[in-house]
């Protein structure tokens, strides 16, 4: 049954319509206007003189997050008429909302960065300050040009780094005992020994969090870092394909070391450091000897043991050599934090970088994250017995390369992490690690 | 106007035993009560989870809390951050739950009770609001807000929280309205309400349930809403409860029985609400049109 | 009739049969009432159209204002995006045209992600439908703790989905709070993989879905049935019909659109499903583990991966692939309502 309509009706209501749609429309139309496109941000410098400066950083809770408004009250101090505004943002979400806040035209003057690809991704958006000038002399000597470079793409710096991060694996030193293990394993087979050792006491010999992918993926980097040479791995962060037979060999044997099963079960599903439950907590509760970390992990660690005090008797070995792979000796992988200036920036920016450089913040830097600086001078404040260890064979090191999710951008690294993780569910094998990344720019 | 011309009702059955009834019932009140228990296991982890620490957590997590450790619980209750995230999260919900039944009921009336072109339409332009995932529009509209000036404020965040609410609202609704019949509206208009009258004096206590349901719905999106006070509140004061998880998240790593605890405070108001006004999805149309 | 219009609900519920559908009115006598009670309704209000032209403007206007500003338009600008290889810094201006939407439809892991979606959404309606329309049957009677029943039955849709991804994950990680529980009961034998094993994990997330959502489902449902009027069940009743066939004949069919329209809502939502499968199983154990859904692999895929673009391009195919299933569910909605869905419900 049709509906009745008056033809009058018709008409008021089509018009009625009209009226609705026509207003509707006038207002998208005048947003349109004001949101297509961001305006260029203001610089934050008033009239008087008067800088404020606004700070992005990752720690929303304790030590670090007093450490950073500590040293920001110093700035000032330092520096009258400069105020610096912080705000601590969860780290999952920094990413997000920085990329939003990018878009905006209205981003922080100084932000967490990490170097690498993703960093150059926001250079080549032209975002970020070129600091290649601003750097003090006093900086680039403290922090040395290897750690420099992290930051640095096409020959120009755009950031100071605040904190190196090498990795190797963790472990609690009871458990060796325990197990009878008389020293670190120093190769790859000496390791598989002591997994073995250790499974037969009933304690799981190595802990992953696989569930957040790049645990999983760090066993990758490194068997890659023993199977292929500096100079293979530098190609491959230019070009962002994996042609060298080097990265088929780090699959392979990462494939074979998988074999031995010497992760703890339910790898898949436990996270690396979110909380209770993850591979940190088994470590930090003797529920796994071992793991396979950056700098950061004592910190972690000592938040899960039951007193919430660092673990007594955790101490550190660099990753075992691989036979027959390209891979200088020593060599270590390891991240770099640090932070940027956003390319609207004041420049008192560039100076409160140079000033987070300085020995003394440095050194305090080192106590609230319980890390290792990035500057040399600073490197006397590492006290806790893992860190030192660490330190000493990143100063030996021949080289240190960056994470290779960092190094070869979000996209590649991504797929990568991905494929990795795969392989560990027993999915995938090492040629499809290599595809995934040769194919992942197709998505991107 | 036909209405129900045929109900089909099978031929009366024998009566059943008295007894036979009975146990039919136990059986149900059986049944109810261990789908209840298992529907609630989960929340009283959760709940119980926030007395443990997070080594105890860790070591065995299917276990009691040994230690009471209630300073988890304690903290959370006497921080003014609390409480200032509580007030805000509160004054963002009400505000969104009010506007949204105001504007999605008055809607949802005109969708279903006039008859103008271009009513599907604007039916099918509310609905496709369903289906697009937001992670990817909020990039553009963190500009939009930010351009009108409302990033950092609660203003910015009720009035997109009441846009994406207001498709499920007006879905829900306009069946709802749909159903009063038009002898109602025939009847006001009659001894002299204009529609509008009739919108205000009847249509609103008729559909009740549904404008309980609806706003039901809208406080309780509001209350959990993460994503969108992430991206445009950047002062810890204005912050919302589910941001306050973050002071419990650190770069490297998460306390996780203080999560809980802070989650399991957090839900209560929200329950709250909902206890309060679901004893009113009650009534409607229930003897609307009697004699 | 123009066909585009009838694609909507409305056409065929309101302004047809009205009464019949969401139930609420008592059996008036027929004869002559349709085409007069029609043409009274049509009547509108004294006054000019002016006066209905501006009721309009005045009702719709300010939702639909709203919502074209802070939805549609987001939306539509995050779309054009889809064109683009973009990074997600600066402006964007690698225009590829379609190259993403091609990837995207050739890739088998969408392909996996969509199958998955369409599980979801075809269990999530077997399992929660006929244990919601149990549940509110039994709360709409006058029972003892009536009250208090709802309001736990409702507690999991309460709280926040963030919370009940990390809650699950601690109690379902292998080594988590259910496998100790089970071997705590010497049910060892029991304890599996709950997450990471592909034949188990699309189960256990239709467990948790299930026991997040029941909840919105009964509430639905109690509101529908508050339009049925007891008058019906008594005359029923009185005639000897037993509870059971009241339910099946009177009350089930009457409350036909709610059900109809919670089922759209919950197939649409299907669709849609992120944050449990995320903070659940994370992203990448999402595609092992077969849980991964059309959204989670937009994330990862998109700004995760660094490339905005193409997760925009996810996005659009997401929606336009809802929009599909929902201009079909209401075209057969449509022929269900034409059809007399109220007697008997058979059909």
Not at chain 1, 122 to 136: C, H, K, P
Not at chain 2, 93 to 111: E, K, S
Request: charged fraction near 15%; hydrophobic fraction near 50%.
């Amino acid at each position: 049954m049709g509906e009745v309509r008056l033809d009058e009706e018709n008409g008021n209501h089509m018009n009625g319509k009209k009226l609705l749609a026509g207003s509707a429309g006038l207002v998208v139309a005048a947003l349109a206007l004001s949101a297509c496109g961001a305006g260029a941000g203001d610089s934050s410098a008033g009239s008087d003189g008067n800088v404020t400066l606004t700070m992005w950083h990752n720690s929303t809770t304790g030590p670090g997050k007093a450490y950073w408004k500590d040293t920001a009250a110093a700035f000032e101090e330092a520096n009258p008429g400069v105020t610096v505004e912080i705000q601590s943002i969860q780290n999952e979400e920094m990413d997000g909302k920085l990329q939003t806040a990018l878009n905006s035209g209205d981003a922080p003057d100084i932000f967490m960065s990490r170097g690498g690809g993703k960093l150059a991704d926001v250079v080549e958006a032209g975002q970020v300050m070129d600091l290649t000038d601003g750097l003090s002399e006093a900086t680039k000597t403290a922090l040395g040009d290897a750690v420099l470079s992290a930051f640095a793409i096409d020959g120009k710096n755009y950031g100071v780094p605040t904190a190196v991060l090498p990795s190797g694996i963790y472990y609690a030193s009871d458990l060796f005992e325990a197990a009878g293990v008389a020293a670190p394993p120093a190769t790859i087979d000496e390791l598989e020994t002591v997994a073995a050792d250790i499974k037969e006491t009933g304690v799981a010999p190595i802990a992953v969090g696989a569930k957040d992918a790049w645990p999983a993926a760090h066993w990758y980097y490194n068997f890659a870092l023993r199977a292929c040479s500096k100079e293979t791995m530098d190609e491959a962060a230019e070009t962002r394909s994996f042609d060298d037979p080097c990265w088929l060999k780090a699959g392979e044997d990462l494939q074979s070391f998988l074999e031995t099963e010497p992760f703890n079960e339910g790898f898949l599903t436990t996270t690396a450091q979110q909380g209770a439950g993850s591979s940190a907590g088994m470590i930090a509760n003797h529920q796994a000897a071992m793991e396979l970390m950056g700098a950061w992990n004592p910190g972690v660690i000592a938040s899960l043991t039951p007193d919430q005090k660092p673990l007594p008797d955790l101490l550190w070995f660099p990753f075992p050599e691989v036979p027959g792979g390209d891979g200088g000796e020593g060599a270590m992988m390891g991240g770099v934090d640090g932070y940027s200036c956003w390319v609207n920036a004041p420049k008192e920016c560039v100076d409160f970088l140079n000033f987070t450089a300085e020995k003394e913040n440095q050194e305090a830097y080192a106590t609230a994250f319980v890390t290792v600086p990035a500057s040399k001078e600073a490197q006397a404040a590492v006290t806790d017995p893992a860190l030192q260890e660490i330190l000493k064979a990143y100063n030996e090191a021949p080289y240190v390369m960056v994470w290779l999710d960092t190094l070869f951008g979000q996209n590649i690294g991504n797929a990568l992490n991905v494929a990795v993780v795969d392989m560990f569910a027993g999915g995938g094998d090492a040629q499809a690690i290599v595809d995934a990344v040769n194919d992942a720019a197709a998505k991107s | 106007m036909a209405v129900i011309d045929t109900i089909e009702i099978p031929p009366p059955r024998e009566h059943e035993a008295p007894g036979q009834r009975r146990s039919g019932q136990v059986l149900i009140y059986l049944v109810a009560l261990v789908l209840i228990g298992l529907m609630l296991a989960p929340v009283a982890y959760i709940i119980l989870g926030g007395f443990r620490s997070n080594a105890d957590i860790t070591v065995d997590p299917s276990g009691f809390p040994s230690v009471w450790h209630w300073e988890n619980y304690a903290d959370v209750l006497v921080s003014p951050v609390f409480w200032q995230q509580v007030g805000n999260s509160t004054i963002a919900a009400v505000a969104t739950t009010v506007l949204v039944v105001a504007l999605g009921l008055m809607a949802a009336f005109a969708l279903s009770r006039y008859s103008f072109r271009g009513r599907g339409l604007i039916y099918a332009i509310f609905t496709a609001g369903l289906m697009f995932p937001m992670t990817v529009a909020i990039t553009p509209l963190y500009i939009l807000v930010r351009n009108l000036g409302l990033t950092n404020s609660l203003v910015g965040v009720i009035i997109p929280q009441i846009a994406f609410a207001l498709p499920i609202t007006i879905i829900i609704l306009v069946p709802f309205l749909a159903a009063i019949p038009h002898e109602l509206q025939e009847a006001a208009s009659i001894d002299g309400c204009s529609r509008l009258g009739f919108f205000w004096r009847m249509v609103i206590p008729l559909s009740m349930p549904g404008v309980i349901t609806v706003g039901i719905l809208a406080f309780i999106a509001s209350w959990n809403s993460y994503m969108l006070p992430l991206f445009l509140l950047s002062t810890e004061s204005t912050f919302t409860l589910p941001l306050g998880t973050q002071a419990f998240a650190s770069q490297y790593s998460v306390d996780t029985a203080r999560v809980l605890a802070f989650t399991s405070l957090s839900m209560i108001p929200a329950l709250v609400f909902f206890s309060l006004f679901e004893r009113r999805i009650v009534g409607g149309l229930t003897g609307a049109v009697k004699g | 009739m123009a066909s585009a219009r009838d694609t909507s609900p409305l056409t065929g519920d309101a302004a047809r049969t009205p009464v019949a559908d969401g139930g609420g009115a008592q059996p008036l006598p027929p004869s002559g009432q349709p085409a007069v009670g029609r043409r009274t309704n049509a009547r509108r209000p004294r006054g000019t159209g002016m006066g209905s032209r501006l009721e309009l403007a005045i009702l719709i206007g300010p939702a639909l204002i709203v919502f074209l500003a802070f939805v549609i338009f987001p939306v539509v600008i995050a779309a054009y995006y889809g064109f683009f290889s973009w990074s997600g810094f600066g402006p964007a201006v690698d225009f590829v045209g379609l190259r993403n939407y091609i990837v995207i439809l050739t890739d088998p892991a969408f392909h996996e992600a969509l199958g998955h979606n369409i599980f979801i959404a075809v269990m999530s309606l077997v399992l929660q439908g006929p244990i919601a329309l149990g549940l509110a049957l039994l709360l709409n009677r006058k029972l003892r703790y009536q009250s208090i029943i709802r309001v736990l039955i409702f507690v999991p849709y309460v709280i926040s989905e963030v919370v009940v991804g990390v809650g699950w994950s601690l109690m379902l990680q292998t080594n988590g709070a259910l496998n100790g529980l089970l071997n705590r009961l010497g049910l060892g034998a029991l304890a599996s993989d709950w997450l990471s094993d592909p034949a188990v994990a699309i189960w256990t997330l239709m467990v948790i879905i299930t026991w997040k959502y029941i909840g919105f489902a009964v509430i639905l449902f109690l509101a529908g049935l508050q339009g049925i009027p007891d008058e019906l069940s008594e005359a029923a009743a009185i005639d000897g019909a037993s509870y059971w066939q009241v339910q099946r004949h009177i009350v089930l069919p009457l409350l036909g659109p709610t059900i109809r329209i919670w089922a759209f809502l919950s197939i649409i939502g299907a669709l849609q499903l992120f944050d449990l499968v995320w903070i659940i199983w994370g992203q990448y154990v999402a595609s092992t583990a077969g849980t991964s859904t059309m959204a989670t692999y937009m994330v990862a895929n998109g700004r995760n991966a660094g490339s905005l673009g193409y997760g925009s391009a996810v996005a659009v195919v997401m929606f336009l692939i809802s929009l599909v299933v929902a201009l079909l569910y209401q075209r057969f909605l449509l022929r269900r309502d034409t059809a007399g869905a109220v007697t008997g419900g058979k059909r």
